[in-house]
């Protein structure tokens, strides 16, 4: 199921800004921030720490949100804006053979989940406090309120 990766995969992250999100499991609320970023976070098999590095410093340089003119010029560091990061195996779904998704590009849990602590530790260097997070490998309920709408498709390996 997991570690068949191709060379071309590397550590992805679907960026969303949020004015709120939260992550409950099993009815209760594990995690929440107000304004900034919700980050799910996939690993591949080939992911090293550098691509947790240079994902994280990527992420809280990005100039997504609002100045008092009203355009996209302030990063989470301008705001005081807070990360919630969610590991999601699901960014590497594959349905190329059919309509039921193979996850063979995900990194297996027992190296994804050192990386993912890698890539929060990154976060939290970069930005200078802490980041909350949702609880790796186990079965969320993750609430946002998308501000923008604002998604953004950041990749280690294309490093755009």
Known sequence: MYGEASHADRMRALVQRVSEASVDLAGERIASIAAGLLVFCGIAPADRPDDAQWLARKIVRLRIFDDDAGAMN???VDIVGS???VSQFTLYA???KGARPSYGAAAAPESAQPLFDT???????ELG????RGRFGAHMQVALVNDGPVTLWLDSNVRE
């Open 119 to 125: 890539f929060v530790a990154s976060l939290e260097r």
């Open 74 to 76: 302030r990063s989470l």
């Open 94 to 96: 594959s349905t190329r």
């Open 129 to 132: 406090r802490a980041v909350v």
């Open 83 to 85: 990360v919630l990061a």
